[in-house]
T-cell receptor, first 110, second 113 residues
Framework: RKEVEQDPGPFNVPEGATVAFNCTYSNSASQSFFWYRQDCRKEPKLLMS???SGNEDGRFTAQLNRASQYISLLIRDSKLSDSATYLCVVPRPGNTPLVFGKGTRLSVIA | NAGVMQNPRHLVRRRGQEARLRCSPMKGHSHVYWYRQLPEEGLKFMVY????????ESGMPKERFSAEFPKEGPSILRIQQVVRGDSAAYFC???????????FGPGTRLTVL
């Protein structure tokens, strides 16, 4: 299994839809996880941190399944402005470099 | 509160020249990270520095690449004798320490002709 693996997509969804992305990770000792968002030709920006079983922020919900070693991101009521690439990020345990997945591309269509 | 600053935003070099990329971390941050992103690829960690120290350079190519973060001034990523394969977006991030949120700069897009 790769350190961090994501379905590259693209996910093309209509406005208002609910969409979910999964991310699997290989190191069972990892304790914290992040979802970053990256717009085309822009820098990544933190969307959510996940330190326990999950986190919710408005339309966005992140869930962690340690037994199966995956993290999910759920976006409800999709907006056109949600179109971006969503990066799953896992720090290496005992060290700080972040390991980025290749990202899942989302296009929300009017 | 200014964010992470990188310059130049775009850099064009011919093969064999040197490229110097600069990064000023967010105010109050003493931890700097450099990442490289090739087209259609994910971000790859290169090096992690604190003031005057390289903490982890496991992602740095063995030759031609070096990084520093002096006591005063920005962090610098230096690429000597650039080749076409060095063309990429180079992002710098900073944090206040530990395994926490890293804030990214806008990146430097290096094009090697």
């Amino acid at each position: 299994r790769k350190e961090v693996e994501q379905d590259p997509g693209p996910f093309n969804v209509p406005e208002g839809a609910t969409v979910a992305f999964n991310c699997t990770y290989s190191n069972s000792a990892s304790q914290s996880f992040f979802w970053y968002r990256q717009d085309c030709r822009k820098e990544p920006k933190l969307l959510m941190s996940v330190y326990s079983s999950g986190n919710e922020d408005g339309r966005f919900t992140a869930q962690l399944n340690r037994a199966s070693q995956y993290i999910s991101l759920l976006i409800r009521d999709s907006k056109l402005s949600d179109s971006a690439t969503y990066l799953c990020v896992v720090p290496r345990p005992g060290n700080t470099p972040l390991v980025f997945g290749k990202g899942t591309r989302l296009s929300v269509i009017a | 509160n200014a964010g992470v600053m990188q310059n130049p935003r775009h850099l064009v070099r011919r093969r064999g020249q040197e490229a110097r990329l600069r990064c000023s971390p967010m105010k109050g941050h003493s931890h700097v990270y450099w990442y490289r992103q090739l087209p259609e690829e994910g971000l790859k960690f290169m090096v992690y520095l604190q003031k005057e120290n390289i903490i982890d350079e496991s992602g740095m190519p063995k030759e031609r690449f070096s990084a520093e973060f002096p006591k005063e001034g920005p962090s610098i990523l230096r690429i000597q004798q650039v080749v076409r394969g060095d063309s990429a977006a180079y992002f710098c991030a900073s944090s206040s320490g530990g395994i926490g949120e890293q804030f990214f700069g806008p990146g430097t897009r290096l094009t090697v002709l």
